[in-house]
Structure formats: C-alpha cells, structure tokens
C-alpha cells in the first residue's frame, strides 16, 4: 500500500524502485542507514541494506508525485557519467566513490525505471514525467554523512539515447561520455545480449529485433548511442574520454570538467582505486582489449568495421578538436 504521509523524512531512507500501477508510479524505500555507495553498481549496496532485518520487516512506498517538487537536492550534482558500455565508465565512478565527499550512484535502478515511463505511460504528460525525474534526483541526493558535498550519477549505456531529455531536466550539470575501440566493446556486449534495450528505443518492433542476429542488434545499439552522443556533444557541456586515456583522465581532465579541485591526498586514494578490476575491486587490473580482439568472430568483425569505426573515428576526431572524418 502507498504511504499517505508522503516520502520519508530521514534522510536514511532511499529510493530503491519505482514501479508502475494503475494509480500510478509508487517509489519503495530502502532504509540505507550509514551505508555508502561504494560497491560498483547501485544495486548491490541495496542488496546489502535489503538483507538487514529492518527493510526485512519495514517497509515505505509512497507515490512518486509525493516527492517534494522543486527542491533542490542537498547534494550538488556535480557531473553526469554516460558511455558505451564496457569501456571504463564503472572505474570512473568508483575513483570518484573512493572519496567521502563524493556520492555515485552507479546506475541507480529507480533512475532507469522512471526514464522508461516515458516511453511505456501513454499520453504522459512532458512537464510531469521531468518534475518526477528531477524530485527523484532530489530524493537520490540527500546528504547521509556530513562530509558528503557532491552528486554524481553513473547512467546506464542505453540512457544515453535519452541524453537531451536528461539534459533538459538538468541543464547545468555537466556531462562525460567514455567510449572503447568498438570490437573491444561489441565482444562481450554480443555474450550477454542487451535485453533491457527496448527496441521502441531504437526505433523497431519485438518482432523486427527477433529477426535479427545478436550481433546485428548489439551493433543496432552501439551505432545508436554512439550517434546520440555525437549529437549532443555538439550542444556543448559534455566532455569525450577514450578508454585508454583511463584511469588519469579520471583524475585531471574529468574532475577539471565537471570543475572539481581536489588535494594531493585524495588524488592519490583515487589513483589507488584506479589501479585495481573496476567490477572487482579487490583485484589489480589487467587488460582484456587483446583477449576481446582475438575472441570476436567474423561477424561481429564486419559489424564494427563497417558500421562502427566509423563513429569511432569521429569521437576521436571530436576529442581531439580536429575536423570529423566525412
């Protein structure tokens, strides 16, 4: 059942899922106590608060439209984080994570959740569904610890497709998006099969996207981030990285954009993050970009060269402030 009430006060209490009903969207809360978002993804750190016996026997959903509109968060977004897909995006957010006054939410579940309403509530109205997103942001960002300063938003690869609606709604955050040699990105992309993309998002049917080969559709989703970033890097406020500028870029040209100063000291504990398997953070890294090349097939080969160099190139170019190839 909703709570009446509205959304809770303490601050402890988070967002942790936005679910759809025929009232309307309900938020679930997730009581986080002390907990920081450390882990390499959202999820995980509400996995480990959901376990506790407290969200076990208490449970909080409110309306979304509950949510206080037209506050501003108590913590600054400081930066929003796009990218391709496996090319750096989660080691940025866990160097930025390595530093108290920093909160990352790394692909945050109830953000996904309610960017999807758009395009599954018919006749949603514009102005409501960006109150809902910026009150979600609100509720994201509500400081827990009292050297928290900064907010940064991780989004998931797809979002990016969604990058003027997101702007939009938060027009003076500025933005990054990583991007990788696309073979080295379309190998492991291809093993998994992108499921949570729908295909309304690209522009196709269920049915059209089930005539296709994984391959084909995993290139279908690069192609199309890849072109959306471009198209918006061309409006300004975003910020290009290369994979093989990472982790340094994490700590120069990244917090120099989203205008971030920070001490020897924490430079140095972000460096030691920026060392270690982003995903696993407990193990040095090792490159894989060899091991991807050797393990991608004819196809996928075909697909990358002929529908996804050529972004790639272009990226490079727009980096590097040079003239776009034709």
Same mark, same amino acid.
């Given at each position: 059942?909703?709570?009446?009430?509205? &959304?809770?006060?303490?601050?402890?209490? @988070? +967002?942790?899922? *936005?679910?759809?009903?025929?009232?309307? =969207? $309900?938020?679930?809360?997730?009581?986080?106590?002390?907990?920081?978002?450390?882990?390499?993804?959202?999820?995980?750190?509400?996995?480990?608060?959901?376990?506790?016996?407290?969200?076990?026997?208490?449970?909080?959903?409110?309306?979304?439209?509950?949510?206080?509109?037209?506050?501003?968060?108590?913590?600054?977004?400081?930066?929003?984080?796009?990218?391709?897909?496996?090319?750096?995006?989660?080691? &940025?957010?866990?160097?930025?994570?390595? @530093? +108290?006054?920093? *909160?990352?939410?790394?692909?945050?579940? =109830? $953000?996904?959740?309610?960017?999807?309403?758009?395009?599954?509530?018919?006749?949603?109205?514009?102005?409501?569904?960006?109150?809902?997103?910026?009150?979600?942001?609100?509720?994201?960002g509500r400081r827990r610890h009292a050297g928290e300063r900064d907010l940064f938003i991780?989004?998931?690869?797809?979002?990016?497709?969604?990058?003027?609606?997101?702007?939009?709604?938060?027009?003076?955050?500025?933005?990054?998006?990583?991007?990788?040699?696309?073979?080295?990105?379309?190998?492991?992309?291809?093993?998994?099969?992108?499921?949570?993309?729908?295909?309304?998002?690209?522009?196709?049917?269920?049915?059209?996207?089930?005539?296709?080969?994984?391959?084909?559709?995993?290139?279908?989703?690069?192609?199309?981030?890849?072109?959306?970033?471009?198209?918006?890097?061309?409006?300004?406020?975003?910020?290009?990285?290369?994979?093989?500028?990472?982790p340094q870029a994490a700590c120069g040209k990244l917090l120099s954009h989203f205008g971030?100063?920070?001490?020897?000291?924490?430079?140095?504990?972000?460096?030691?993050?920026?060392?270690?398997?982003?995903?696993?953070?407990?193990?040095?890294?090792?490159?894989?970009?060899?091991?991807?090349?050797?393990?991608?097939?004819?196809?996928?080969?075909?697909?990358?060269?002929?529908?996804?160099?050529?972004?790639?190139?272009?990226?490079?170019?727009?980096?590097?402030?040079?003239?776009?190839?034709?």
């Amino acid at each position: 059942m909703a709570d009446p009430l509205g &959304a809770p006060d303490d601050p402890r209490w @988070l +967002p942790m899922r *936005v679910q759809w009903t025929p009232e309307g =969207p $309900l938020v679930d809360w997730c009581h986080l106590g002390d907990v920081r978002f450390t882990d390499p993804f959202f999820t995980q750190t509400i996995g480990q608060a959901m376990r506790h016996p407290f969200n076990l026997l208490f449970r909080r959903t409110t309306p979304l439209d509950a949510l206080p509109v037209g506050q501003a968060p108590e913590l600054r977004p400081a930066g929003f984080i796009f990218h391709m897909s496996h090319c750096g995006s989660t080691l &940025a957010a866990q160097m930025l994570a390595a @530093l +108290p006054r920093n *909160v990352v939410l790394s692909e945050p579940r =109830p $953000l996904d959740q309610t960017l999807r309403l758009q395009s599954r509530v018919a006749g949603l109205d514009p102005d409501r569904f960006l109150q809902w997103l910026r009150a979600l942001v609100v509720a994201l960002g509500r400081r827990r610890h009292a050297g928290e300063r900064d907010l940064f938003i991780k989004f998931e690869a797809w979002h990016a497709l969604l990058l003027p609606l997101i702007r939009r709604a938060f027009p003076r955050v500025p933005w990054v998006f990583l991007y990788r040699d696309p073979i080295e990105v379309l190998v492991p992309l291809a093993e998994m099969h992108p499921a949570e993309i729908e295909p309304t998002m690209l522009g196709l049917s269920f049915a059209q996207v089930g005539e296709m080969t994984s391959a084909a559709f995993c290139a279908l989703v690069l192609e199309s981030i890849c072109r959306a970033a471009i198209a918006q890097h061309g409006e300004g406020g975003g910020l290009l990285i290369e994979y093989r500028e990472l982790p340094q870029a994490a700590c120069g040209k990244l917090l120099s954009h989203f205008g971030l100063c920070y001490g020897a000291d924490e430079i140095a504990r972000m460096r030691e993050v920026g060392g270690f398997d982003a995903k696993r953070p407990n193990v040095p890294f090792t490159p894989d970009g060899a091991a991807k090349r050797r393990a991608a097939g004819a196809e996928l080969v075909a697909l990358a060269t002929s529908r996804l160099d050529p972004l790639y190139r272009e990226l490079e170019a727009l980096r590097r402030g040079v003239t776009p190839p034709p």
